[in-house]
């Protein structure tokens, strides 16, 4: 049973200011990280160490707990990929194993479910978006950045796919799903690859983008701008004429919103 105090704990200020019992419960697998603070001090080894028995893989614990060690940087987000690959690699069915991440409490494992996806070099781009879908609309805001980042690759080597599928999520009802949308695909995203095709020619991606130019969530809005800011560095002209048409068409302060936040680096 986890304390009060502690399901209930404020997101520290810094890596200093964890609460030495949180941090146990986070190591443990049994609670979620409150904020990027408490991810960068949780102990990886320790985390498989805990939660690889109760998914059925303990025998592969050792192993990778040698490879994290090991590792020149073990606090990145290259971990989650790490591990994800090595489930990829040494289980006969990953894809089982991914069933059972799926529950976990803790949110850095539920992440590693979101790498077996998108590094799994058997499933389709189709199948993949709709396994991936769940972790895009997890509860919790690193599990929904581990979905994107896992699917980067796959959108970027099957882009016009992914972005047929991306439009139709753009309509969905759930504002993490159509940030999902946005979010995976901007040219130049955080902690990702540029999409080269999309830095040179964002207009193919008007699709996911015109359905949330008034998004009513501000989630949704700020990755719309930050997608546009991004195209925007290569691409002025098109950004300024969209935002000008976007304007036009729908007067309204969600879109002014939107516009400010995408003109921002061309003011």
């Not at 160490?49 to 109760?54: D, G, H, I, T």
């Not at 499933?123 to 980042?149: C, N």
């Not at 040219?187 to 008007?206: N, S």
Request: proline residues 4%; positive net charge; contains cysteine.
């Amino acid at each position: 049973m986890v304390p009060e105090n502690i399901l209930n704990r404020k997101g520290p200020r810094n890596r200093k200011d964890v609460l030495p019992q949180a941090l146990v419960y986070l190591n443990k697998g049994i609670i979620e990280t409150k904020n990027l603070s408490e991810w960068l001090v949780v102990d990886f080894g320790i985390l498989v160490s805990n939660v690889f028995p109760s998914i059925g893989v303990e025998h592969l614990s050792s192993g990778l707990i040698k490879l994290i060690k090991e590792h020149p940087d073990p606090k990145t987000t290259k971990i989650g990929k790490l591990i994800g690959e090595y489930l990829i690699d040494n289980t006969s069915n990953p894809l089982e194993v991914e069933k059972k991440l799926r529950d976990v409490p803790s949110d850095l494992a539920r992440g590693w479910g979101c790498k077996i996806i998108g590094w799994h070099k058997e499933l389709p781009t189709s199948q993949k978006f709709e396994m991936i879908e769940r972790y895009a609309k997890d509860s919790h805001f690193g599990v929904r950045e581990e979905a994107w980042l896992a699917m980067r690759n796959e959108i970027s080597d099957n882009l016009d796919e992914s972005i047929e599928i991306l439009s139709r999520w753009s309509l969905s009802e759930c504002a993490n799903k159509r940030r999902f949308a946005s979010e995976s695909t901007r040219p130049r995203g955080v902690w990702a690859k540029y999409l080269k095709e999309l830095v040179t020619e964002p207009w193919r991606a008007i699709g996911i983008l015109e359905p949330l130019k008034a998004d009513e969530s501000k989630y949704v809005r700020d990755s719309v701008g930050n997608w546009l800011n991004d195209a925007g560095k290569s691409q002025a002209v098109w950004v300024r004429d969209l935002c000008k048409k976007w304007q036009a068409e729908s007067k309204c302060k969600e879109t002014d919103y939107v516009v400010s936040r995408a003109l921002r680096s061309l003011r």
